[in-house]
């Protein structure tokens, strides 16, 4: 039996939490207009694949963006609650500079320090984003061996999570998940495997390990 799944990752298109500054996980935020057009321009660039079946975060953004990638193929579309992104309790909402900044810091440290013990006030540690992400993405491939899907989620809970799944390191670091910029993780049924990461600049990085 083939357990491997090959798993379309991206992070949802632009948004208004995001033109605004607006910190923290935002489930209600819209899609600008520029957004909806990127999320159409990924249904393209996916339209040749073989995907079954397209899983999102319940954040208005991500369920727009999938809506798109879903209108070629006609596919179902599940929401999975645990893809949503990073929670930051209080400040949830805010555009307060310092809180970014503070954001930006935590993000640092599970990233590169490899701290998952650090938080955004009384939000979420990195331990317990990459256990709510691990959990969706182990059940997204127990439900598609042999095949390929599309995962629409949001920046730093994907970027957290499949550095630790994927074994990536301070590698990603300071190449931020474009908005609706697909990529491919792969499943073979033991290990999780990203062999490049999408930079800002529209090309892909190779990730060397010793």
């Known amino acids: 039996m083939n357990d491997r799944v090959r798993l379309w990752c991206l992070r949802h298109a632009e948004s208004e939490n995001v033109t605004t500054g607006t910190a923290g996980a935002v489930p209600t935020a819209p899609l600008t207009p ?4 990127q999320a159409i321009d990924a249904a393209g660039a996916l339209a040749t694949e073989p995907i079954t079946r397209i ?4 954040a208005l953004r991500a369920q727009q963006t999938a809506k798109h990638l879903a209108t070629l193929p006609d596919l179902d ?3 999975i609650p645990e893809l949503v992104e990073v929670g930051i309790g209080r400040h949830e909402g805010t555009s307060d500079p310092a ?8 993000l640092h440290a599970w990233i590169v320090e ?3 013990r650090q938080r955004v006030a009384d939000g979420e540690t990195g331990h317990q984003v990459v256990a709510r992400m691990t959990a969706a993405l182990q059940t997204i491939v127990s439900a598609h061996p042999g095949e390929t899907v599309a995962v629409v989620g ?3 809970s994907l970027t957290v999570a499949l ?8 590698h990603v670091w300071g190449t931020p998940l474009s908005h609706a910029r697909p990529f491919l993780i792969e499943w073979d049924g033991h290990t999780w495997r990203c062999p490049v990461w999408p ?6 990085k190779s990730i060397r390990r010793p």
Do not use: E, F
């Open 55 to 58: 899983y999102s975060s319940t």
């Open 154 to 156: 949001h920046v730093a």
């Open 199 to 204: 930079s800002a600049a529209g090309q892909r």
């Open 114 to 116: 490899q701290d998952l």
């Open 77 to 79: 579309i599940t929401p």
């Open 99 to 106: 809180i970014r900044t503070r954001t930006a810091q935590v």
């Open 163 to 170: 550095g630790q799944l994927c074994a990536l390191g301070h």
């Open 34 to 37: 520029r957004g909806h057009q």
